[in-house]
């Protein structure tokens, strides 16, 4: 059935009358992210997973080169004693990381992807009064991780080289994975699997500040291109500023109260 002419009038009212789109506003996006460092490019990979489509801002070239990120290891362990929180955000990290991998050695299987380039296992050392003998032994009834325990300074000595004190005990563990982490690799990781999937970045991309357009029901993200100078309006439903130190400042004008929130200042995410 042709559409009667009335019907095609009712249909550019709508489109008139309706929120802008991704067609009628040019530069308009889902979910802009500011800041490609750990933060920044986990989150934009976390959203890409959900079907979102993303553009990663970053002020940096495509090399990670400063910033809370850069490096080759930070500390990020996981034990097998009870359930506490550190190793909880470890384990969780080392599961998402291997889906990470998989994704990528799924659609680029000769480059050779592999979580033992992101994490590397160290030993997790222990050192406790004989006190905490029984509790001890208790907990490693249900040890799955490999360990190895000296409750005699002779034992310190032939088991880890160590001279430990009288009365002292020592456990050292061996968990899969849990050691350091690669920083700058698992950001190059993150970014070529959002490219793979289709999503956008963009470099040398800093962000001067964001407004709210009320009208247009969108965020105003003003950039400048680092190499350029040239300065451009992007627009936004959704903001994620991970600009690590710099988040609070970037949202002063569309959440002040972000920086009297988080004391001290240091590292933090912000979704609007
Ligand atoms: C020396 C050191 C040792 C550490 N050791 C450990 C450790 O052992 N274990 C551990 O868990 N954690 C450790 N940390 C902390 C951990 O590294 C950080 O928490 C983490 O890297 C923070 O990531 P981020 O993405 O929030 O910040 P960043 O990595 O700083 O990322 C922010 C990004 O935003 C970009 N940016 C900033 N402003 C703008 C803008 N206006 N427009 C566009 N882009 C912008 C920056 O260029 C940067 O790439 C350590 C940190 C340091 C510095």
Redesign the pocket.
């Known amino acids: 059935m042709k559409p009667s002419l009335n019907l095609i009038g009712l249909y550019f009212l709508f489109v008139h009358c309706a929120g802008p789109s991704s067609s009628s506003l040019a530069n308009d996006h889902e979910t802009i992210v500011?800041?490609?460092?750990?933060?920044?490019?986990s989150t934009a990979w976390q959203l890409a997973k959900q079907d979102q489509a993303v553009l990663l801002?970053?002020?940096?070239d495509s090399i990670?080169q400063?910033?809370?990120?850069?490096?080759q290891?930070?500390?990020?362990r996981s034990n097998n004693r009870g359930h506490d929180m550190w190793s909880y955000l470890h384990n969780t990290a080392v599961a998402e990381t291997q889906i990470l991998v998989d994704y990528l050695q799924g659609v680029a299987p000769d480059q050779g992807y592999a979580i033992d380039q992101i994490y590397t296992t160290n030993p997790v050392t222990y050192v406790g009064r004989q006190a905490i003998y029984d509790q001890l032994l208790a907990s490693l009834l249900h040890q799955e991780i490999d360990y190895a325990l000296a409750l005699t300074p002779e034992e310190g000595q032939a088991k880890f080289d160590v001279q430990l004190p009288q009365g002292v005990l020592m456990q050292r563990e061996y968990n899969p994975l849990s050691g350091?982490?690669n920083?700058q690799q698992l950001i190059r990781y993150l970014h070529r699997a959002l490219l793979y999937q289709g999503q956008a970045i963009r470099y040398n991309?800093?962000?001067?500040n964001i407004s709210f357009n009320t009208q247009l029901d969108r965020y105003v993200v003003h950039?400048t291109d680092s190499q350029t100078g040239e300065k451009q309006r992007l627009y936004a439903k959704n903001i994620v500023s991970?600009?690590?130190?710099?988040t609070g400042r970037?949202l002063k004008d569309v959440a002040p109260y972000f920086a009297q929130l988080i004391q001290p200042q240091r590292?933090?995410?912000a979704f609007l």
Do not use: H
Not at 66 to 71: A, L, T, V
Not at 242 to 246: E, T
């Open positions: 500011i800041g490609g460092g750990l933060m920044g490019s801002l970053e002020k940096q990670y400063e910033g809370s990120s850069y490096g290891a930070r500390i990020a350091t982490l920083p991309t800093g962000v001067e950039t991970a600009a690590g130190p710099y970037l590292v933090f995410l």
